[in-house]
């Protein structure tokens, strides 16, 4: 376990760390092993030298001590033994006769407790070397010599120093060279391994690393570079792609947010930031195709961008808005500058064998007049812009206080109007629809009314597009829906099949839930759905025809009826009547209120009537206000009539009030129109 814990440290250490350890760890065991074996022979080389000198000696000295022997003279034998005092090994001569009696006997230190050359003849402290003494080829005796070893010993020793220091101070100069030399292979490693880091937490590929040479580790380098030079290019790839739009070649709005310049206060020059909005695109979209569309969007691209001076940055927005930011010159009105890019997209435009002709809306915005930064220019521009369409599409704005003033005002409302809902504040009108022919009460439309506490009565045409705005249109609308139809019910004992008309706006008629909504309104109180008559507007087809018709059929299938109301203002293109399952167009009341004096209006009614007889629809004709509307409308052949006319629309007791009073009068019945509402 230790083992395995220190072998994954070493793993864990830096490469060079790894290197220099294993490299110093070699060397040192190669230094050891040098060292033992250079120490073994220079002991075996000593050993045997010693042991031939002193075999040497003692055989000299073996010769001349025989005489001695021979003349029973032990004293001169004793001094020739002392001889051997020369040489330090040899610590200790002893002479023995031919019968083993000790003749004479040398020692260098009077300690006894050396054992005699006898005892121990080769214990490793000293080595005992004998030989025989002769006269005359006779044996007379035995020399032994004991040599002590601890000198030779001594000497190895100091031997196997002086190696071991040459050995390290070798191995010393050895390991730094190889650390140098790793240090040097290392080097580009390192260098790679800093990029790589930089790379993983800065981003920057921009950086490369020196390819020092062919091997392993400069292919590693130049590979490296490769894919940074890879990467960093499709960085500038994505980033073109993240920044500029497709279709256009333009650059997008977060570009533009990121990149566009305006000048400082201080610099005394003026900055205009134009928002351009092309009127009614949805339309081109919805009736040609989208691929068409894009085409007239590429067109409208490229008008704009042959207006574009020095340091002027255009960008498409996103779906039909394109916004410029420019530098002004002096004097120069920003008014003139949006008038003339205006101009250049109405221009008529050929494409694809048909001539359109296009209009935009644009919104201005200055600097440092009107902010002094680009998204506070794009805020205003972009309300300017709004204001622009609310007047009639077609033209320019420049942003003033009023507009934002009214664009908090609304924000204001739609907060109201949340809570207006919770209050109770918000009640339901019922104005009556009568039969032209007849003249009576066949059923009525459901109008929204706020009695604001403190702004008294609040009109639908103002509240109604902030809740569509918001998107509270769809609680509002099914509240509306239901509480309409509870009343209708109640009111259909006392006055017989009155038919209910609901208003339902484009964003309810995209909701996913509004045939559950319709048919859970029906149900909840037993409502008779062929009398539910549902108006939207061609604003509100136009958006996704095929989703629309989809939307209807399903409606139509749950047993209602759909009205489009405030026909002949929109598109009024006849291509989708026939497509979409109408039961009603409402004439609305434009054409209706120069009646009768102006001819135009009267044929118009009249073209409306012969197309829905065509079609199949009836006709109802809106705000109607006198009786000679009433009367020539009527002969132009509309069905129905609504207006002040008969009645304003009125809450439920005016309304029980106002029937109660028409069931009084009396009512025509004879030619009363085929009962088809
Ligand atoms: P609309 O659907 O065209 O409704 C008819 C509008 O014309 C009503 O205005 C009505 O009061 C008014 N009007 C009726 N007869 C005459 C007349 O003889 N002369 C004149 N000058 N006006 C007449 P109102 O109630 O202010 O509603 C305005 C619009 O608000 C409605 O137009 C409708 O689009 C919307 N709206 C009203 N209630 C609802 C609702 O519950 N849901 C939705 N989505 N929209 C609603
Ligand atoms: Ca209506
Ligand atoms: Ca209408």
């Not at 040459?166 to 790679?192: C, N, T």
């Not at 309104?521 to 087809?541: K, M, R, W």
């Not at 026939?578 to 409402?586: E, I, N, Q, V």
């Amino acid at each position: 376990m230790r083992l395995r814990r220190l072998l994954n440290r070493f793993v864990d250490l830096s490469l060079g760390r790894k290197l220099g350890m294993t490299n110093a760890a070699g060397l040192l065991l190669a230094g050891v092993l040098i060292c033992v074996a250079l120490g073994a022979a220079s002991w075996a080389t000593l050993r045997s030298d010693l042991m031939r000198t002193s075999q040497i000696v003692s055989s000299v000295l073996a010769q001349h001590v025989a005489p001695a022997i021979q003349f029973e003279d032990p004293i001169s034998a004793s001094e020739l033994l002392s001889a051997l005092s020369v040489h330090r090994e040899f610590v200790e001569a002893v002479l023995y006769r031919a019968d083993g009696e000790l003749f004479a006997r040398y020692r260098r230190t009077a300690d006894p407790s050396l054992p005699g050359p006898s005892a121990t003849p080769d214990d490793g402290a000293r080595m005992v070397v004998s030989v025989p003494v002769e006269a005359q080829g006779q044996v007379i005796g035995e020399l032994r010599v004991a040599v002590d070893m601890q000198y030779a010993y001594r000497r190895v020793l100091l031997a196997v120093a002086a190696i071991l220091l040459v050995v390290l101070l070798v191995l010393g100069a050895v390991l730094l060279l190889q650390m140098r030399l790793v240090a040097r292979v290392l080097a580009p490693v390192q260098s790679l391994l800093a990029g790589m880091r930089r790379a993983g937490d800065e981003a920057d590929y921009s950086q490369r690393v020196p390819v020092a040479g062919r091997d392993e580790i400069g292919e590693l380098g130049a590979s490296f570079n490769a894919m940074m030079e890879l990467v960093e290019e499709r960085d500038r790839a994505m980033e073109h792609l993240a920044m500029h739009d497709s279709l256009t070649g333009l650059v997008n709005r977060h570009y533009l947010r990121m990149r566009a310049r305006l000048p400082d206060a201080d610099e005394g020059r003026r900055a205009a930031l134009f928002y351009i909005d092309l009127d009614n695109f949805k339309a081109i979209n919805d009736t040609i195709g989208h691929n068409f569309g894009d085409r007239v969007l590429a067109a409208v691209a490229n008008r704009l961008m042959s207006l574009l001076g020095d340091g002027d940055m255009l960008a498409r927005f996103g779906g039909d808005e394109f916004v410029l930011c420019t530098s002004l010159a002096d004097g120069e009105d920003p008014v003139v500058r949006a008038e003339q890019l205006r101009r250049a997209i109405g221009a008529p435009l050929q494409l694809q064998k048909r001539e359109l002709l296009l209009r935009a809306s644009v919104g201005i915005a200055l600097a440092p007049d009107h902010g002094s930064t680009v998204s506070e220019l794009l805020q205003k521009a972009d309300a300017a812009m709004h204001v622009a369409k609310d007047n009639g599409r077609d033209s320019v704005q420049c942003w003033n206080a009023a507009i934002t003033q009214r664009a908090n005002q609304r924000f204001a409302l739609e907060t109201e109007l949340r809570q207006a809902m919770q209050a109770g504040q918000l009640v339901i009108a019922y104005q009556p629809i009568v039969a032209l022919a007849s003249g009576r009460v066949t059923g009525m439309e459901a109008l929204l009314r706020w009695h604001h506490p403190e702004r008294g009565p609040v009109s639908p045409a103002e509240f109604i597009p902030v809740a569509e705005e918001s998107g509270l249109i769809t609680e509002l609308g099914a509240w509306v829906l239901e509480r309409a139809c509870i009343q209708v019910r109640n009111w259909h004992a006392q006055y017989g099949p009155l038919h209910l008309a609901v208003n339902v706006s484009g964003r309810q008629f995209r909701d996913p839930a509004l045939v559950d909504t319709v048919r859970a309104a029906c149900e909840a109180c037993g409502f008779p759905t062929d009398l539910l008559h549902l108006e939207v507007t061609e604003s509100t087809l136009m958006h996704d025809t095929e989703a629309a018709a989809r939307v209807m059929r399903q409606l139509v299938g749950l047993g209602l009826k759909l009205s489009l109301d405030d026909f002949g203002t929109g598109y009024s293109s006849l291509a989708y009547l026939k497509r979409f399952p109408l039961h009603k167009l409402k004439i609305d009341r434009s054409f209706v209120k120069d009646l009768p004096h102006n001819a135009d209006d009267g044929a118009i009614v009249k073209a409306i009537v012969n197309l829905a007889r065509a079609l199949d629809m009836l006709v109802l004709a809106e705000g109607i206000e006198s009786e000679k509307q009433h009367l020539v409308l009527g002969a132009l052949g509309c069905d129905f009539g609504q207006g002040y006319f008969y009645s304003k629309a009125l809450e439920p007791k005016e309304f029980e009030q106002f029937m109660a009073q028409r069931h009084r009068e009396p009512q025509r019945s004879e030619d009363d129109p085929p009962a088809r509402y």
